[in-house]
């Protein structure tokens, strides 16, 4: 009997370090280059996470001083999974990253439907740790489409369904992404670097004085505010017919982000002839993540139906 009972605890204990071992090899973290790190300099910062309780009483994750871009691997399990995949960049005005609500979390809404997803910590622009700051999260942002299409064999994802998300100044970066293509590293060219589709969440869009959310802006190209970059990153007046079919998502009491920026974007999408759906809630803020608690309406099954609706989850 003794002998039975210990072979018992010695099963359950072997079953009980696969199943950890699964769950932690879901999870991968890569540098997003290989070898040095472009257009960085040496500075005394290394990247910091912390819970801030400011805006949410049981705390978000934060993640700031990033000089080591990365990308994180969310694999589905393998009995539900398709070939569909979203890379993620967490919003933070281009100062900080919500790794957690607007990264890790959807990552795993994700996951929990069959899509593989990638999180990506890329940098914040800072002068003291980067040359042409300004175009350093688009850099980022382009290396991880990269990353994800030339692994997506290995992670069985079909190349022609690789989207982009992105939450508040996130939001901003993948609607960047998603308008600008042509690549910043010369390294990259001739490389397929157009998502699929966008899905922007409380996103940052224009970079116009009405509707700008000031901080995203100067954190990005400084406070002179060159005309040049004004307009470039002003992402609605860059949508063109090729830009990707685009799913968005906003709150019309939203006081840090303007509605209006999703509803440019939206009317410059239409005016194209490209593909696009937008929700607006009467309320809920500015960076609710997953759950905005004033309505019933679960907008990440939304997302998820339009997807199905466009034909990139089959």
Partial sequence: MHIAISAMRKLITTIFLLMITSVLSAQQTFPLYDGEVPDSKTCNETDHEFIDTTWNKNGILIV??????TITVYEAPKEKRIRTAVIIYPGGSYAILAAGHEGADVAKAFN?????????????????????????????????????????????????????????????????????????RKELTGANLRPDFMLLIYPVISFNDSIAHTGSRENLIGK?????????????EQ????????????????????????????????????????????????????NNVTTKEDWFKSCVQWMRDNKFIH
């Avoid at 940098?123 to 300004?134: G, S």
């Avoid at 696009?276 to 803020?285: D, R, V």
């Fill in 64 to 69: 700031d001083k990033i000089t080591k871009p």
């Fill in 112 to 184: 929990n439907i069959g899509i593989t997803a990638f999180v990506v910590r890329y940098r914040v622009p800072k002068d003291e740790c980067m040359t042409n700051k300004a175009f350093v999260p688009l850099m980022d942002a382009q290396q991880a489409i990269y990353f994800v299409r030339t692994h997506a064999p290995q992670y069985n994802i079909d190349v022609n369904k690789i989207g982009i998300m992105g939450f508040s100044a996130g939001g901003h970066l993948a609607s960047t992404a998603g308008t600008h293509v042509k690549p910043v």
């Fill in 224 to 236: 002179n505010l060159d005309k040049n970059l004004l307009h470039l990153f002003s992402n609605e």
């Fill in 239 to 290: 949508v063109t017919p090729q830009t990707p079919p685009t799913f968005l998502i906003h709150a019309s009491d939203d006081d840090v982000v303007k509605v209006e920026n999703s509803i440019w974007f939206y009317e410059a999408l239409i005016k194209n002839k490209v593909p696009a759906e937008l929700h607006l809630y009467e309320h809920g803020g500015h960076g609710f993540g997953l």
